[in-house]
Nanobody, 125 residues
């Protein structure tokens, strides 16, 4: 059974930074595409960023491009999301997920089969 555990969420001021981590219980992060999604109250879960198996390429939602950076450390089975220049609209529960697709990253949540429990990020104005 694959387990994904997020950490690093919390409260930040607008313009500030947070770094999220997602630790996998197995070698999941070395053999699968990984992604971050987020869900704000009353809204659908939305794609944030995804990273290739090697870490050599990444895909971002337009809303976070240039502010967020996804990375991975396969030796530590961990995926990260560095969030800079935070905005109040970034407030959400952030989830990491493992892709079903071995070769290309999808922005659709149904393409991901394992999810973490989520970590709350709150950005105050």
């Amino acid at each position: 059974q694959v387990q994904l555990v997020e950490s690093g969420g919390g409260l930040a001021q607008a313009g500030g930074s947070l770094r999220l981590s997602c630790a996998a219980s197995s070698r999941t992060s070395t053999t699968y595409i990984m992604a971050w999604f987020r869900q704000a109250p009353g809204k659908e879960r939305e794609f944030v960023a995804a990273i290739s198996r090697s870490g050599g390429s990444a895909t971002y939602a337009d809303s976070v491009k240039g502010r967020f950076t996804i990375s991975r450390d396969n030796a530590k089975n961990t995926v990260y999301l560095q969030m800079n220049s935070l905005k109040p609209e970034d407030t959400a529960v952030y989830y990491c997920a493992r892709s079903r697709n071995y070769y290309s990253a999808s922005t659709h949540s149904y393409e991901y089969d394992y999810w973490g429990q989520g970590t709350q990020v709150t950005v105050s104005s």
